[in-house]
């Protein structure tokens, strides 16, 4: 599994390719956060937070902050 540093340079790729208004995710706090979880696992957290985001978009509400996105997609993987 990847350490926190590998962590780091996966979300930082996957969260470079996101819209706009989720590349600014504190990729720091996510690699602290997410210990045990594979390079796999990293992708599937960046695409729910990316769907959770479109959800929120969808139903008119308010977004919410990047990073808190892919917090609440934390506890989905």
């Known amino acids: 599994l990847p350490d926190e540093a590998a962590r780091a340079a996966i979300l930082a790729d996957r969260v470079g390719a996101l819209p706009e208004a989720l590349r600014g ?18 992708k599937r957290l ?3 937070a990316k769907l959770l985001y479109a959800y929120d978009v969808a139903r008119g509400a308010a977004p919410a902050d990047a990073t808190e996105y892919c917090v609440r997609a934390v506890g989905h993987v």
Do not use: H, I, K, Y
């Not at 995710?25 to 990293?42: I, K, M, P």
């Open 25 to 42: 995710a504190d990729v720091a706090r996510l690699a602290a956060e997410t210990d045990g979880l594979s390079g796999a696992d990293l």
């Open 46 to 48: 960046v695409e729910d």
